[in-house]
């Protein structure tokens, strides 16, 4: 019996039983259970038309309260969805630049091309995958959150653009009850410490506000020899309350530091199909990262042409204001109109080493100078030192090319409006019919230079030094740890800049019919979108004094720089149609099913350009748009102390991409299909939530790489889960949040194969007097080492490669006082 069947199997049993208990038994109507353990009554506001309940609507659908996120023990926001059932998030990127997937729709390249990121209700970015703009970097998790809300594939389709996979939203308090919180967390193992607030109250009978926001500073969980997290977030908004509607004011202020990891090097034995992972020496997989006390600022060239120097302590720096509203009115004869509007300016940088080539020390400086070059501290305590014996460098002999992905964001500012309007009528039957329409309006800004040079660096961690070169003469070939004024070991390609804006208008409409037990929906969508701007590439420019000491150094004989001079055009369209039904059967109030198939697709933005782009600035069709379809079965069961949901999927995905580090196009059609199983239990003092999600996923074609076809896409695990059992007893609550994968390929090539791990969160939490409450958090306890990505596909002769871990154990303490 297949993996899949035995699952479905399960499923079988675990539905079927109470159906049949339930169904021998009709129970009579009830507004709600007395414990609500998955929400079944929570009214639906995420990629749907609104207005009906989590067990009588045909999506799936996931909720995380506020008060769970802290069992999770997020280091970043991207932690907190790796407990979404269908969500994959490669959370081992900092707070933000996460790659997130959804239902084995790919991560071709990076971030969440086909889920958008909302904030009540409006997308943080229109496109998800920005590169160094994705839009969990300028998304943060604070006390300002009421719920996150999630639905994957489905509607998804209709009521957004550009995200046929699914949407996660940040749902936010608005002061309906009054009180608020404030918390100090620090980092017991490491340097942390943040501060967390927020109130909410009624101003008047008519008029509510609630605010919130937080400040840290630290290191991280990582040793970066300075504090590469530094910043905080403020949000408000108020509620002004009619007798038929409400209008509602949103403010949000974001400036925040966070270091970004990229992948570092990882020691890897045994073979391709049984690997085993550990540390290189002198550089813990779990503590350590390239960044480096010795290593915070680059000098060189801007996007502008000047001399700049570059903070790389920025990290990912987000700066975003924001302002929103929405109102809502009910008009005459079950009239409804509503509409969201959402400004934002965002801008900021992205800044961290990339191990471009990870090596041994004498082949790398060869490489740089010619045969018998010599090696010599560029800074840090050794500072001038010679190498005398590069083989035992660190106990390791191995160097790090690194390439400073350094790239400012101008403007990545965007505007956006959803306007509804919904007209809801009973018919004499005991059937309503809802009709909605809406049109949504979005502007979306790209403008980023990327401005990288190169570097050489020992492999160390805690605080590892830059190395310079010499070539056998004795001539310095490196200029103070710098090899280059651009990435010439990838050809030259990354000084660029993109200024673009993508232009979207999208009409859509959709119909429901409800009787007391069947719900039936369709909806359709039309696209269509504008992009206009430029983009320039990188030139040589040829003995440029970049340091102006009077000198021309090897890396300043020939500078990269980026040609704003020859700027190429962009102008492109692209139209298309969305369409999704699907319906409802609820045997109970405790019993439904549904199904649902949709079609959807996503516009291709930034990584379009570069290759794709024509002479004059258009792209073809199949390159501007991909298309997701997909179908859905689901389940949906409660008892007094059970809920259980589990959705069957199926998804084909047409996809178009660029990845950076790799510097190579992406076309393709993946098919996959799986089980989500989500699931909660509680008995008296014992509480257990959890999921598990089965994805079998392939790549069914390929236009430019034949040899993959058939293969499972990289990174993709058939099996991902998350559970959080906990025990409350009097004042005191234990529990853990245990976040599990099983083994997944590196590459397409499905050859190296990154093991499974389960990292287990545990957390204490003792309420001291009413109101006052201290915990302990442990993220990652047992220390283990998971990789969520690796750039090679198979093991090198070194036995190192350049992967991503999760990070190793982190503890921080809380006291947080409820008011």
Known sequence: MSTLSKLLCGVCIAVILPVASVSAKA??????????????????????AGGTTKLHSSVTVSTIAASQIADFAPRSTAEIFRNIPGIRSESSGGEGNANIAVRGLPVAAGGAKFLQLQEDGMPVMEFGDIAFGNADIFLRADYSIARIESIRGGSASTFASNSPGGVINFISKTGEQTGGDIGITTGVNF?????????????????????????????????????????????????????????????????DRAIGYLPMPVRVTGTNGNPVVGSVASFDAGRDTPHSAYFQTALGIDGNGNRHTTNIADGMHPISTAIGGEFSF????????????????????FVSPFPAQVGGAQSIANSIGGAGSTLSYANGPSIGNAITDPAALNGNGLLMRIHLFNTKLNDLGNFTNDLRLKKSFDLNT?????????????????????????????????????????DASGKMITQNGMVAYGVPYWGNCCQRNYNTTYDIN??????????????????????????????AGTVQSPNLDVNRDGIISPPEKSVSVIDNANPSQVNYKWSYWSYSIGANYAFSDDLATFARYSRGARANADRLLFGKARQDGTVSRQDAVDFVDQAEFGVKYRTDNLGIFATFF????????????????????????????????????????????????????????????????????????????????????????????????????????????????????????????????????????????????AIPANNVIRARSIAGRSITASLKYSF
């Open 191 to 255: 340097r942390s410490t943040r501060v967390d607030f927020d109130y909410g109250t009624s101003i008047n009978d008519t008029l509510r506000f609630h605010v919130a926001g937080f400040y840290r500073v630290g290191e991280g969980p990582r040793r970066a020899g300075y504090n590469g997290n530094s910043g905080g977030q403020f949000k408000a908004n108020i509620t002004k309350e009619f007798d038929n509607g409400y209008i509602r004011l949103y403010f949000k202020y974001l400036n």
């Open 430 to 470: 005991g059937t309503s019919v809802n009709l909605m329409a809406g049109y949504y309006k979005s502007r979306q800004k790209i403008n980023m230079d990327w401005v990288w040079n190169t570097y050489l660096m020992e492999v160390k961690g805690n605080n590892a030094a830059l190395i310079n070169v010499k």
């Open 506 to 535: 999208a009409p859509y409409a959709s119909v429901s019919v409800e009787t007391d037990k069947l719900n039936v929906d369709a909806s359709i969508r039309y696209d269509s979108g504008h992009a206009f701007g430029t983009y």
């Open 650 to 793: 199926y998804a084909k995905t047409e996809e178009q991409n660029y990845e950076a580090t790799t510097q190579k196009f992406f076309s393709r059609v993946f098919k996959s299909k799986g089980l989500e199983l989500e699931a909660v239990y509680q008995l008296n003092g014992f509480n257990f939530r959890g999921s598990v999600t089965y994805t079998d996923a392939k790549i069914n074609k390929d236009f430019l790489n034949p040899a993959v076809v058939g293969h499972t896409p990289r990174r993709q695990a058939t099996f991902i889960y998350a559970f959080t059992p906990s025990y409350i007893y009097g004042r005191f609550t234990v529990g853990a949040n245990v976040i599990g994968t099983s083994s997944a390929y590196t590459q397409d090539s499905n050859q190296l194969i990154m093991p499974g791990y389960a990292q287990v969160n545990p957390f204490l939490y003792v309420e001291i007097v009413d109101g006052l409450r201290a915990a302990l958090n442990v993220n990652n306890l047992f220390n283990v080492i998971g990789l969520t990505e690796a750039e090679e596909g």
């Open 330 to 349: 009910d008009l005459a004869d079950g009239l409804n109109i509503k509409d969201r509007i959402r400004v934002a300016s965002n801008r900021g940088r």
């Open 27 to 48: 129970k009579d109507s009830k507004a709600k259970k007395d414990v609500d353990l998955l929400a079944m009554d929570e009214i639906v506001v995420t990629g749907t």
